[in-house]
């Protein structure tokens, strides 16, 4: 069985974590160079603000409703995802890191005997304690599949509390008919148009043995994978975490620099994180560029 954990809203539950007296409040946070929403609060969404939107296009509705926007930190974000990491390991020894705000769990060569939705509410419960960030949890025999059950949980959070296991026949199929096909993992927008065009408008319709030979000759062996994780037959295994040979730490800034302090001190501060990810994955460095 697999394991999907999300973290809710994440850069704008980092940002609340600080600021308790924001949670129920409409939160936005922007991009690098405070150009676009990168990450909203429920309550912000709810006030139809796009993700992806340039800032000044919405700028009126935030002001309307009052949004608590923040620039982005991501020294920040990427400190609290390695805690969140750090408690699942807690509950699995293995652990891929997808995203910087989600990760799979692979429960392989534990007790067989496991009560799947006990444990995804435990997970849920420590990170909530221990963090304040809010995650929702999917657990089903595929890491696919494991992607359908956590939206499942993150759609439906008053019906599942949170967690959502796929653990039968039965689930999955109901599963599979619910899921818009522009939800499935690895499924894009020019893909999707294909689809669409196709009929194939669900998860369920994907896995249609009609559609195999187009499956294979559009998405090639990605796609008949894809098909096979959506039937409860586990292809894809958790990615092993190689060594990066090159490290790279960028920003944008909202206008020109032209104050020598102010740009050693942003390089400084670049340096610094650029060498704890080298100290972590126990590297050395052989060349420095820095570029302007």
Known sequence: MYALVDCNNFYASCERLFQPHLVGKPVAILSNNDGCIISRSDEARALGIPMGAPEFQVRDVLRQHQVHVFSSNYALYGDLSQR?????????????????????LNFDGMDSNLDFNDYGHQMRNRIRKWLSIPVCVGVAPTKAL???ANKIARKFPDKTGGVYVIDTDEKRIKALKWTKIEDVWGIGYRMKKKMVARNIKTAFDFIDPMHTAWIKTQMGVVGLRLKKELEGESVLALDDVTTKKSIAITRSFPKKLTDYDALRERISTFASVCAEKLRLQHSC?????VML
């Open 84 to 104: 969140v990491f750090e408690i699942l390991r807690q509950f699995s020894p293995n652990v891929e890191e997808y995203s910087i705000d989600e990760a799979f």
């Open 146 to 148: 494991s992607k359908v």
């Open 285 to 289: 460095c052989q060349t420095i560029i």
